[in-house]
């Protein structure tokens, strides 16, 4: 069974920083690709990061140049290092595993930007 599980969110001011780590199990690093995605209030889910088993990533474009993804198959670890945070990055953000056929999710951490 597939288990992913969020941690690092928080309450940061805008214009600074918080990384998100992702433990999974490792099987998830079997899917095709790996990724974050996010929720506001009110929103549909939208993909803000995705990193492929061959290491190709994609950005969503409201984050481009201000997040990077990373996977370490090792520890069995996805993280995505938010910078440059602003009141528009305030969501549930989720860990996801797609195998195409299958989606995995985590139960998502609350990230939240206001001064």
């Known amino acids: 069974q597939v288990q992913l599980s969020e941690s690092g969110g928080g309450l940061v001011q805008p214009g600074g920083s918080l990384r998100l780590s992702c433990s999974a199990s490792?099987?998830?690093?079997?899917?095709?690709?790996m990724g974050w995605y996010r929720q506001a209030p009110g929103k549909q889910r939208e993909m803000v990061a995705s990193i492929t088993r061959a290491g190709n990533i994609k950005y969503g474009d409201s984050v481009q140049g201000r997040f990077t993804i990373s996977r370490d198959d090792v520890k069995a670890t996805l993280d995505l290092q938010m910078n440059t945070l602003k009141p528009e990055d305030s969501a549930v953000y989720y860990c996801n595993a797609d195998w195409g056929w299958k989606k995995s999710w985590g139960q998502g951490t609350q990230v939240t930007i206001s001064s």
């Open positions: 490792r099987s998830a690093f079997g899917a095709n690709s």
